[in-house]
């Protein structure tokens, strides 16, 4: 489902050269739940960036649904990223002049789905986070939880293969943070999307039935393997 | 998409109100500034013209110049022109002076006028009523008004008409005709509405130091103008001995006036062009200052699913917004701005053809040229850079 195969990212700022991401190879399958955790600077968002096709590696090759996604030009990136991966971050990042259903339908209209057809698909996604009688209610009207409900299904409107999720609960409090984490796993159930979150939280990521810990730009830990002796 | 896409671009300017409208000043000035440039250039032109028009195109106007001021003309050989020069179709030779007339009581000063009997055909005058001097009124005691000096002449009680007395210093003159309102011509070195008109002889009784200096000729409809002052000059200078003649022809008047009503437009053209170049100037400015607050939006967009093409349509189509409706209310201060300018200039008014359009489209052209580069910088903008944006 999404392959990466030695993947490296160093980045060049002045003469000194930083290698961020070490040769890390990753097989995700379809419906799998995962999480990856790490310390600050352990490049877990540059890997991010790299699986959602907004940066590129310097080495190495990425493949998803056994399409290579590296040879794209940045509008078919565009058109890449519409189909294959929905977004959900920290601070939501709804368009605060749109309405609810409108935020959800914005993959869609770059999409060119019409507009009709868009606000059904984007209130049935609605509905299915459990914001049926919120529709045409504006960013500001809602409470943290309810505007990361409207970012999921904004992420879900387009049948993405993937769901990355930078922090997803960071900005909430614990009660809310659960039931985000419920709709995910919901979600990953339902829909058998491929889940993929970046957290600081253990709590959260003791949900995932995968674990993955990246530690200096190296893949450290992979609970789908066996364990390495030590 | 495109529904969308210009609710969008409305929403954003609604939402910063402030911004949207100083930019929206600067559009609309720039836009009035030139279409009322161009409206006012049009109305000054169709005046000129219409001045010319009374005038007509085929005169010319003779003064003789001696070495201490104005000299006399030979009015003999002046009036043989038209026999001997087939250019010259009429002429008329005329005295300038000017002093005070009377009439029950009120006291006006005018233009006077010593004229022959060909005068008012050739500077085109008509009479509002009686008739204008003849050949045999050279002795009598016979006055023509302009009729502007009729209007203020006259007492509520006695209005000057045909048959009121006159009085000049000592003479008094009986009024046999009255001018029909005309346009000054600017040809003439006297208003015809403010004169008075008299015989060549008695213009010499009331007008102080009289001198035959001036004529004014109308020429055959096919003559060259140039040709036929110089024809003239040269008919005339056997008579003139020291003195010499000048001789001003309405074409060039004309040529001359309207190269200055070029320049004049010109001018105010650049006037209004400066004005739209600040204007866009300000949407350029207020695009910037969106962009850089709307990073994170750019970023998200372009993480689901934007292409550049997508980002640079949407704020260009604010820019175009924000121009067409300031050339719109653009529009509407311009021709206001004309419509005052004819009414304090008592000039006709008229909508030059091309102000509307020209103005309407510089304006959308400035403001989308002025938008064109924001709208550039904000789809090159990186999307990981754009998220992190704080």
Redesign the interface.
């Known amino acids: 489902m999404l392959e990466l195969e030695a993947i490296s990212r160093s980045f060049r700022v002045g003469p000194a050269e930083t290698q961020v991401l070490r040769g890390i190879s990753l097989t995700l399958a379809a419906g799998e739940m995962a999480s990856i955790m790490g310390g600050s600077g352990s490049g877990k968002t540059t890997l991010m ?1 790299i699986i ?1 096709l ?2 590129r590696p310097s080495e190495g090759a990425y493949r998803i649904r056994g399409e290579d996604v590296l040879a794209a030009r ?2 078919a990136l ?2 890449l ?3 294959l ?1 929905g ?1 959900v ?1 920290q601070s939501y ?1 709804l ?1 605060p ?2 309405n609810a259903w ?1 935020n959800v339908a ?2 869609l ?4 789905v019409a ?1 009709g057809e868009a606000r059904r698909r984007a209130c049935e996604m609605l509905e299915r986070v459990g914001l049926s009688h919120r529709t045409e209610h504006f960013p500001p009207q809602l409470s943290g939880g309810q505007r990361q409900r409207v970012a999921i299904a ?1 992420a879900l409107v ?1 049948e993405p293969a993937v769901l990355l999720a930078d922090e997803p609960t960071g900005a909430l409090d614990p009660t809310t943070s659960q039931e985000i984490m419920d709709l995910f796993l919901e979600m990953n159930a339902a829909l058998g999307v491929l889940v993929l979150i970046i957290t600081h939280d253990p709590g959260v990521a003791a949900q995932c039935r995968r674990r993955l810990v990246l530690e200096g730009g190296a893949l450290a830990h992979d609970s789908a393997r066996v364990p390495a002796p030590c | ?1 495109l ?2 896409v210009m609710l ?1 671009a409305v ?2 300017l609604l ?1 910063s109100r402030q911004r949207s409208i100083l930019a929206l000043v600067g559009i609309m000035v720039g836009a009035g500034a030139v279409i009322a440039m161009l409206a006012v250039g049009g109305i000054a032109r169709n005046e000129t013209l219409r001045q010319f028009r009374q005038m007509g195109t085929d005169t010319l106007l003779l003064r003789a110049e001696s070495a201490n001021g104005l000299g006399t003309l030979p009015q003999a050989v002046l009036e043989e022109l038209p026999r001997t020069l087939p250019e010259v179709r009429q002429i008329a030779p005329f005295i300038l002076g000017g002093g005070n007339a009377g009439h029950e009581g009120q006291v006006r000063s005018g233009t006077f006028l010593g004229v022959t009997e060909q005068f008012a055909a050739v500077a085109r005058l008509t009479l509002a009523e009686g008739r204008f001097l003849s050949r045999h009124d050279r002795f009598e005691p016979f006055v023509v008004l302009g009729a502007g000096m009729a209007r203020e002449l006259s007492t509520p009680y006695a209005r000057v008409r045909v048959g009121s007395q006159i009085r000049v210093g000592r003479y008094v003159f009986t009024v046999i005709g009255v001018l029909a309102e005309s346009l000054q011509s600017p040809m003439m070195p006297a208003d015809a509405n403010q004169a008075l008109f008299f015989s060549l002889a008695n213009a010499r009784r009331v007008i102080s130091s009289p001198q035959l200096s001036w004529a004014v000729a109308r020429l055959a409809p096919e003559a060259d103008a140039d040709a036929a002052a110089e024809r003239i000059r040269a008919a005339l200078a056997p008579a003139m001995r020291e003195q010499s003649v000048q001789v001003q022809s309405a074409r060039a008047l004309i040529a001359g006036m309207q190269g200055q009503m070029r320049l004049f437009t010109l001018l105010l053209g650049a006037v209004g062009s400066i004005a739209l170049v600040l204007g866009g100037v300000g949407v350029m400015n207020i695009m910037l200052v969106s962009i850089q607050e709307r990073r ?2 750019i ?12 980002i640079s349509t949407l704020f260009l189509a604010e820019a175009a917004t924000l121009s067409v409706l300031g050339g719109v209310l653009g529009i509407g201060l311009g021709v206001a701005g004309a419509l005052a300018f004819a009414r304090m200039s008592g000039w006709a008014f008229s909508l030059s053809p091309e102000a509307i359009p020209v103005g309407a489209g510089v304006s959308v052209a400035v403001g989308v040229f002025f938008g064109f580069y924001p709208a550039v910088m904000a789809s090159r903008l990186d ?2 850079v754009a ?1 992190r944006t704080e």
Request: hydrophobic fraction near 35%; avoid cysteine; aromatic fraction near 6%.
């Open positions: 960036n959602g907004l940066d940045p509008d565009s058109g990223r519409n189909r991966i977004f971050f990042l368009l002049r749109l409108r914005l993959p209209m770059y999409r060119g507009e904004r387009g | 998409m529904k969308q969008e929403g954003n939402a994170r939006e970023g998200l967009r372009l993480a689901i699913g934007a292409r550049r093409r997508d999307p990981i998220l």
